[in-house]
């Protein structure tokens, strides 16, 4: 096989990109148990790349062996999950199971060196799309429980929230898209736009993991507390009561307030305090405690104190992030807090 330059210049610029970053993830100091699987995921990118290299040595990068790069290819789709798996779950992200996740790739290698057929290859390559189709189902389904979950249990969730995964699973499905055209017909723009896909996808990974403050899902239900009403109607015995204590300790401006806080400040529990939230009042404690922190503090402290910067009311009301303030403002009010400010 003839070698393609423009092709092996984009293997090895992905291939140095890989590498840099995931050196660099993995040698920082006070890693996150998520850093340090995509530090790995970024390794393992960087050898996926690296064998691409091949392809200037014809005596090596044969027509024959062409096939089996595809197939190791393949592999980098159960990075997704990993890293899914590890964003959601904590600790979660062992060798063992990325092994245990590898197998069905491997079989299909083994398939493939005893019956060297387009069958097996083609079978292969829709297996592939599949799987991609499975991870972005299975990928927005963790997204939102994980989106219900900080919702219902963290009153600031900029540093936790994950919706920029949003991006990632665009850019995975299209890259996974490319990859299923290429493996079909080969052609230097389409791998030109897989790299870029590759690389925006795992650029997004790198920036939002720096910033992300890593908590874990509490899949363990706490002993149940509630009764229940002659016509089925779950009954709370603090109802009103909830509201009078986070009114009047203004526990709306504790700035890093949770649902377990507050539940251990009624004596309740946190799967109870969800549940009023939720049935009752219908409303996530997210929306319950911000929509306080608007109504009993930034809109008076706005209209009193023409003085006080956006900014400075934002932070004086409880919340850790403008950003925040600003979505929150304008779910309650209809306006931003610089037009309400004018139009008083």
């Given at each position: 096989m003839k070698t393609n330059p423009p092709a092996l210049f984009l293997a090895g610029a992905a291939t140095a990109f890989f590498f840099i970053y995931a050196i660099q993830i993995l040698r920082s100091e006070n890693k996150s148990s998520l850093q340090r699987t995509l530090g790995a995921i970024l390794l393992f990118w960087a050898l996926l790349n690296a064998k691409d290299l091949l392809m200037a040595f014809p005596e090596i990068y044969t027509k024959e062996v062409a096939p089996y790069f595809v197939l190791f290819d393949g592999c980098s789709i159960t990075s997704y999950f990993i890293f899914i798996f590890e964003l959601t779950r904590p600790g979660w992200a062992k060798w063992r199971k990325g092994f245990y996740l590898s197998v069905p790739f491997f079989i299909f290698w083994i398939i493939y060196a005893i019956w060297s057929n387009y069958t097996v290859y083609n079978a292969y390559v829709v297996f592939l799309w599949?799987?991609?189709?499975?991870?972005?189902?299975?990928?927005?389904?963790?997204?939102?429980?994980?989106a219900r979950y900080i919702r219902e249990n963290y009153s600031n969730i900029d540093e936790i929230e994950i919706s920029w995964l949003g991006y990632m699973f665009f850019f995975a499905f299209f890259e996974q898209t490319l990859y299923f055209v290429m493996s079909v017909r080969y052609n230097f723009f389409i791998e030109l736009f897989y790299y870029i896909?590759?690389?925006?996808?795992?650029?997004?990974?790198?920036?939002?993991?720096?910033?992300?403050?890593?908590?874990?899902?509490?899949d363990?239900?706490?002993?149940?507390?509630?009764?229940?009403?002659?016509?089925?109607?779950?009954?709370?015995?603090?109802a009103?009561?909830?509201?009078?204590?986070?009114?009047?300790?203004?526990l709306y401006l504790e700035k890093d307030l949770t649902l377990s806080d507050l539940a251990r400040k009624a004596g309740t529990n946190r799967t109870y305090l969800s549940d009023y939230f939720r049935n009752h009042k219908h409303t996530t404690f997210y929306d319950y405690i911000n929509q306080l922190r608007i109504e009993k503090m930034a809109i008076p402290m706005i209209q009193q104190h023409p003085e006080y910067t956006i900014d400075y009311i934002a932070m004086e009301s409880g919340?850790?992030?403008?950003?925040?303030?600003?979505?929150?403002?304008?779910?309650?009010?209809?306006?931003?807090?610089?037009q309400y400010r004018n139009n008083q």
């Open positions: 599949i799987v991609a189709v499975i991870f972005v189902i299975f990928a927005s389904i963790k997204y939102k429980n994980y896909s590759a690389i925006s996808m795992w650029l997004i990974a790198i920036h939002y993991t720096r910033i992300l403050r890593h908590i874990t899902i509490i363990t239900p706490e002993p149940e507390v509630a009764a229940m009403t002659e016509n089925g109607q779950r009954t709370y015995a603090f009103g009561n909830i509201e009078e204590l986070v009114e009047s300790q203004k919340f850790n992030a403008i950003s925040t303030f600003r979505r929150a403002f304008i779910k309650i009010t209809g306006m931003s807090p610089g």
